[in-house]
């Protein structure tokens, strides 16, 4: 993308990385204004990164990058997030006032606008093409034929009178207009015999000021609010647009698409690379992991002088075999095997006791019952 250079924004995020995570903790700021002003420069400079990264996003079309440059979004968006949190916290407003860090990094308000990526929509379009069939349908089957609307033939009297009255009130309303222009004229005239230009104060120009910029940016609101209805009426301008800009955005369309056909490819080589490898190396990492579970039990059953029990599913299963385990954590489930073996060993032994003690009981009472008997007999 010629707009965006991922070197500058990696290094943008390399720099703001180092100066919110400095090598050496830092005495925490008390002073509440220069606080505010690094929250301002990191927000403002995060603002940048996400613009960057927002159209890195939208225009690159290789697969991979793509998932890389996704993420590095996503967290950039949260930071913003965060930072604006922050910055409401401590200020208590939500309207804040950041000219002096806009002027030290040469920016414009525009710069601070953040778009919403365009990912948003483009990644719903399904869903959304979805929608607007159903909703076509469901339109269709509620339509009514609609009946010609009986109108009575006009006279070529009647029409020319008709046409003569309307261009009548259209000239009417153009020496009206005419006239109250002329009018506004003299009295902007009048007003500037009996004023005196030199005598303006800070009070009138910053009132003339105000009165320029509130009345440019209603001008442009008003515009983008028409063009957004005649665009949802189906209604757009006739403004020829800059040619330049016609084959920038064509060029933007066609990276789009080229997008798609990419992922496309990319899902199609994830699927044949995956069977290719459970053919070709498919049976050797079976036989390689089949001997490695039984190099475990045997491990085990040299440790523990017994064959453990298999993972469960819930604990992860096999997988819990293959994990690659620090010399710690070795030492400590050894530890634990032991343990668990001394325990049963233990349990037995008083389960044999028990048997051996009620086992001598019984053969005392048997004694007994026998002598008592014996002495009857007497």
């Known amino acids: 993308v010629s707009q965006v250079s991922p070197l500058a924004t990696g290094l943008g995020l390399s720099s703001l990385l180092s100066e919110e995570v400095p090598p050496e903790s830092s005495r925490p700021e008390r002073d509440r204004v220069v606080f505010f002003q690094r929250l301002a420069s990191l927000y403002v400079r995060y603002t940048q990164i996400f613009r960057r990264l927002e159209e890195a996003y939208d225009q690159i079309a290789h697969p991979q990058k793509r998932r890389l440059i996704r993420g590095l979004l996503d967290a950039t968006m949260g930071r913003v997030l965060e930072l604006k949190n922050e910055m409401v916290e401590k200020e208590f407003s939500e309207f804040h006032y950041m000219d002096d860090v ?25 869903v959304q093409r979805d929608r607007q069939q159903m909703l076509s349908r469901i339109l269709d089957l509620m339509a009514t034929a609609e009946k010609p609307k009986v109108c009575r033939a006009l006279s070529l009297e009647e029409a020319v009178k008709m046409i003569q009255v309307t261009e009548r009130a259209r000239q009417g309303r153009l020496r009206a207009k005419f006239m109250r222009e002329i009018q506004r004229d003299e009295e902007r005239q009048k ?14 120009a910053a009132v003339r000021i105000q009165k320029v910029w509130k009345g ?8 983008q609010e028409r063009e957004e ?4 009426l189906g209604m757009p301008g006739l ?4 040619p ?4 920038a955005e064509a060029n933007k369309a066609r990276r789009r698409a080229r997008q798609e056909e990419h992922e496309e490819d990319f899902q199609k080589a994830l699927v044949f690379i995956t069977s290719s490898l459970r053919e070709t190396e498919g049976p050797d990492m079976r036989e390689t992991m089949k001997d490695q579970i039984r190099q475990w039990f045997i491990e085990c059953h040299d440790a523990t002088g017994s064959f453990p029990d298999y993972p469960e599913e819930e604990d992860g299963g096999s997988a819990l075999i293959f994990a690659a385990k620090t010399p710690q954590q070795v030492d400590l489930i050894m530890f634990i095997s032991l343990k668990l ?8 032994e008083e389960e044999a006791n028990k048997k051996t003690g009620g086992k001598e009981q019984t053969k005392d009472k048997r004694k007994g019952q026998e002598a008592e008997e014996v002495c009857a007999h007497q």
Do not use: G
């Open 341 to 348: 073996m001394e325990e049963l060993k233990a349990e037995e």
């Open 102 to 126: 806009i002027l030290d990094l040469k920016l414009t308000p525009e710069d601070l606008e953040i778009p919403i990526p365009r990912y948003f929509l483009s990644e719903q379009s399904k």
């Open 216 to 223: 440019f940016i209603q001008r442009k609101k008003t515009k």
């Open 239 to 242: 403004s020829q647009p800059c």
């Open 229 to 232: 209805e005649m665009i949802f």
């Open 244 to 247: 330049a800009a016609v084959l």
């Open 191 to 204: 007003r500037a015999k009996h004023q005196d230009l030199s005598v303006a104060n800070t009070d009138q």
